[in-house]
């Protein structure tokens, strides 16, 4: 195991206590840094789907609105 030491606001701190009171401290913390860890890489792999797609995007033609409207009334037909 790792020790970490972080300055956070006294309030912060008691709200935590309070919350948190008679669990173990280390291991709330713990999972909490984990899900902090999860929600950053979630957060990268969309914006880097999002940019793949723009990416996409750029490389193929523009549809009009009546190219679309088209293909849907021979769809619906």
Do not use: W, Y
Not at 17 to 23: I, K, M, P
Request: aromatic content about 4%.
């Amino acid at each position: 195991m790792a020790t970490v030491n972080f300055s956070v606001p006294a309030q912060v701190k008691s709200a935590f206590n309070d919350a948190f009171e008679g669990e173990n401290k280390s291991a709330v913390i713990a999972r909490l840094m984990q899900q902090a860890v999860e929600e950053r890489l979630r957060h990268r792999r969309r914006a880097a789907a999002i940019d793949a797609l723009l990416e996409l995007r750029r490389h193929h033609p523009s549809v009009s609105d009546a190219d679309i409207a088209r293909a849907r009334r021979a769809v619906r037909r």
